[in-house]
Structures are given as C-alpha cells and as structure tokens.
C-alpha cells in the first residue's frame, strides 16, 4: 500500500482483564482487521494477548469501504517477558 494510511478500527476487548474497554488497532496491508492484538499492561512484563471474535460492526453501508468499523477480540492469555 506504500505510504497511504491503512486505516484504523475499534478493537472491543469482551472478556478477560480487560474486558470491556475499547483500543484503536491498525488494518493489515492486506485491509483486513487483525487476528490478534498483543496488549502491554501496566504493570511491567506483561502483556495480554487477545484474538479476533466473531463480532464486525460497520459505520455505514457504503459499498465503496467494506472495512469494518469494529472488530470484537477475546481474550487468550497473559504473556510475560
């Protein structure tokens, strides 16, 4: 895509300890959401890992964006460092 801006989408966290908060997260190259989202905890050397759910939402029904607008993750695990 060279230097264009890929867009960004709401990442929904629906579980775990993170659960109900929102990030903003990147769209691959490719345009699609990303399957998984490595999220730093506050406290140092850890890090959560959550995966893509099953739930899309989109702004509008515009045929020209079929991006989503969000994109549900679920929680996985705790890595640490």
């Known amino acids: 895509m060279g230097t264009t801006s890929m867009g960004t989408y709401t990442a929904k966290l629906t579980d775990g300890p ?4 929102t990030i903003t997260a990147e769209f691959l190259e490719s345009g699609d959401p990303r399957p998984r989202i490595e999220i730093k905890a506050e406290s140092g050397g850890k890090r959560y890992l ?19 607008s969000a994109v549900e993750y679920r929680y996985l695990e705790a890595v640490f460092d």
């Open 18 to 21: 993170l659960e109900g908060k």
């Open 50 to 68: 959550y995966t893509r759910g099953g739930g899309v939402e989109f702004a509008s029904d515009d045929a020209l964006d079929s991006r989503p």
